[in-house]
């Protein structure tokens, strides 16, 4: 028998769930849930403002939405989204698709997508481990989104190469023409060379040494994200670079319209993470794009893979 809960029309599916939350960003997420079950996405804006908090900003902001709210979906679309974490970009899917199928580790992240959502009837939420999950899984999907998603792979992904495994157990659950999207940092990005941390570890320049000092997260430069989609059986595949980043994304250039010299000057943003200023960021971008370099320097890439 199924294990159930509704939070208004959002369905969460604990079958998986072993009753214990492996993840957890700490007390800020039970503020997140106090928040989502007591506003509405309206209240959010005033309560990012108020609260001044990367924490709230990242998780809150509806301009997270804009990795994903330009693309084409409609009424007929079935959506696939691994690790959608507290819901940033599921409103975003659902509104625009048919159904969203999530896939979250933990429960309350899980209750916190459900209530900042309940009003939508086409979201359900499976609650575990995507490695028990995932092979129980036999529809097949229009899209499949890894959203911040394909830098953990090596820490939950059993395998000799996790980052191909894992493109390739994502690319099991796509229709013939589906697409599978992808969202991560540049470990080259212009941003790390100018003096902000690395995303995930915190570290300066970690990424850009090739993460020597951490493990258990890591990003690509764009070549080798291309070896890897090749790797995985992706042949075909488009990228688009979103700036200042995948997480705020106010513009997304693609390769066949770059940014043009004077255009890159939001670049003094690292809202969860001090940083020194190395140079003029904005000057160095005008040199990178008048050397037709752009997509190797770019923040985060979305990139596009057809099946």
């Given at each position: 028998m199924?294990l159930?809960?509704?939070?208004?029309n959002?369905?969460?599916n604990l079958?998986?769930?072993?009753?214990?939350d492996?993840y957890?960003?700490g007390?800020?997420e039970?503020e997140?849930?106090?928040?989502?079950k007591?506003?509405n996405?309206n209240d959010?804006?005033?309560i990012?403002?108020?609260?001044?908090?990367?924490?709230?900003?990242?998780h809150l902001?509806?301009?997270?939405?804009n990795i994903?709210?330009w693309?084409?979906?409609n009424?007929?679309t079935?959506?696939?989204?691994i690790?959608s974490?507290c819901?940033?970009?599921t409103?975003?899917?659902?509104k625009n698709s048919?159904k969203v199928t999530?896939i979250?580790?933990?429960?309350?992240?899980?209750?916190?997508n459900?209530?900042r959502n309940r009003?939508?009837?086409?979201?359900?939420?499976l609650?575990?481990n995507?490695?028990d999950?995932?092979?129980?899984?036999?529809?097949?999907?229009?899209?499949?989104?890894l959203?911040?998603?394909l830098?953990?792979a090596e820490?939950y992904?059993?395998?000799d190469?996790p980052?191909?495994e894992?493109?390739?157990?994502?690319g099991?659950?796509l229709k013939?023409n589906?697409?599978?999207?992808?969202?991560?940092?540049?470990?080259l990005g212009?941003?790390?060379?100018?003096?902000?941390?690395?995303?995930?570890?915190?570290?300066y320049?970690e990424s850009?040494?090739?993460?020597t000092?951490?493990s258990?997260?890591?990003?690509?430069g764009?070549?080798?994200?291309?070896?890897l989609?090749?790797?995985?059986?992706?042949i075909?595949?488009?990228?688009?670079?979103p700036y200042p980043?995948?997480?705020?994304?106010?513009?997304?250039?693609t390769?066949k319209?770059?940014?043009m010299?004077?255009?890159?000057?939001n670049n003094?943003?690292n809202?969860?993470n001090n940083?020194?200023i190395t140079?003029?960021e904005?000057k160095a971008f005008?040199?990178?794009?008048?050397?037709?370099?752009f997509?190797?320097?770019?923040n985060?890439f979305?990139?596009?893979?057809?099946?």
């Amino acid at each position: 028998m199924a294990l159930t809960e509704y939070v208004g029309n959002v369905i969460l599916n604990l079958d998986y769930y072993s009753g214990e939350d492996l993840y957890c960003d700490g007390e800020v997420e039970d503020e997140l849930l106090e928040i989502v079950k007591k506003y509405n996405k309206n209240d959010f804006n005033n309560i990012i403002y108020e609260k001044g908090s990367w924490e709230m900003m990242y998780h809150l902001s509806e301009q997270r939405e804009n990795i994903v709210g330009w693309f084409e979906f409609n009424d007929k679309t079935s959506v696939l989204e691994i690790g959608s974490g507290c819901g940033a970009i599921t409103g975003a899917l659902a509104k625009n698709s048919k159904k969203v199928t999530c896939i979250e580790l933990s429960k309350k992240r899980s209750l916190i997508n459900g209530w900042r959502n309940r009003e939508l009837n086409n979201i359900e939420i499976l609650v575990g481990n995507f490695q028990d999950i995932e092979p129980n899984i036999n529809e097949k999907y229009d899209v499949v989104t890894l959203i911040g998603v394909l830098e953990y792979a090596e820490s939950y992904i059993s395998s000799d190469n996790p980052y191909v495994e894992f493109l390739k157990i994502a690319g099991r659950h796509l229709k013939d023409n589906g697409k599978l999207l992808v969202a991560i940092e540049n470990k080259l990005g212009m941003k790390y060379w100018a003096g902000c941390k690395e995303d995930h570890v915190s570290r300066y320049y970690e990424s850009i040494e090739g993460y020597t000092n951490s493990s258990g997260v890591k990003t690509f430069g764009k070549t080798e994200l291309e070896d890897l989609f090749k790797n995985a059986g992706f042949i075909n595949y488009k990228f688009y670079y979103p700036y200042p980043d995948y997480k705020f994304a106010e513009t997304i250039y693609t390769d066949k319209r770059l940014p043009m010299i004077g255009e890159l000057g939001n670049n003094l943003r690292n809202f969860d993470n001090n940083r020194i200023i190395t140079f003029d960021e904005n000057k160095a971008f005008d040199t990178i794009i008048s050397n037709g370099l752009f997509q190797y320097y770019s923040n985060s890439f979305l990139v596009e893979l057809m099946k």
